[in-house]
């Protein structure tokens, strides 16, 4: 059982466009969603994370957008550029303990 | 660099072979993690160590696959007998306390052949 759903795949966007990948969850003991961003080759990197008691948080050109009612939260990237290209995860966790990924987005920007 | 280190950063292998996978965490960090990412997916947990302890081996898939961390710092992933659907990018990640903000090393690379 999957427990954080992503989508899409994959997404390919004009440079200075906004991004947008969308997950969702099951399990209601999730209580920290996070971002990473990962390079080829490279580990993944802690990009943004929230908390389920707020609906949004914005760091620069990274937004997170929650809707704890629906079980979904997205990650928008705002003006995107060709360094933005990447592949995403969402992930989830409760307590911050052992993170549970989603499948990724492999992000292209145009340039 | 200070971040978490892997070594080999590829290892080809044939089925049936031993492997050992070396992570040097964060110098400090006191809690480890091992994770493997399959082709095309996110990272699935393997198991994590607070100090010198598997605090949580839950996420290790069968008796073949073993880790160790004997003093508190650099751990070793152990896979007996290779299977080829072992292959995978093997990440370990470290962070200074647990729970807290896990840094990633670059992971891995294993095929078996």
């Known amino acids: 059982q999957q427990q954080v759903k992503q989508s899409p795949q994959s997404l390919i966007v004009q440079k200075g466009g906004i991004s947008i990948i969308n997950c969702a969850y099951e399990?209601?003991?999730?209580?920290?969603f996070p971002w990473y961003q990962q390079f080829p080759g490279k580990g993944p990197a802690l990009l943004i994370a929230?908390?389920?008691?707020?609906s949004e948080k914005k760091e620069g050109r990274f937004t997170i957008s929650f809707n704890k009612s629906a079980k979904q939260f997205s990650l928008h990237i705002m003006d995107s550029q060709p360094g933005d290209s990447a592949t995403y995860f969402c992930?989830?966790?409760?307590?911050?303990?052992?993170?549970?990924f989603g499948k990724g987005t492999r992000l292209h920007i145009l340039p | 660099g200070a971040g978490v280190s892997q070594t080999p950063s590829n290892k080809v292998t044939e089925k049936g072979k031993y492997v050992e996978l070396r992570c040097d965490p964060i110098s400090g960090h006191t809690a480890l993690y091992w994770y493997r990412q399959s082709l095309g997916q996110g990272p699935e947990f393997l198991i994590y160590f607070q100090g010198t302890g598997a605090a949580d081996d839950s996420g290790l898939p069968n008796d073949r696959f073993f880790a160790v961390r004997p003093e508190g710092s650099v751990s070793t992933l152990k896979i007996q007998r290779t299977e080829r659907g072992d292959s995978a990018v093997y990440l370990c990640a470290s962070s200074l306390t647990h729970p807290g903000t896990q840094y990633f090393g670059p992971g891995t690379r294993l095929l078996v052949l």
């Open positions: 992930a989830a966790t409760v307590r911050d303990d052992k993170i549970i």
């Open positions: 929230i908390r389920p008691d707020v």
């Open positions: 399990n209601t003991a999730f209580d920290y």
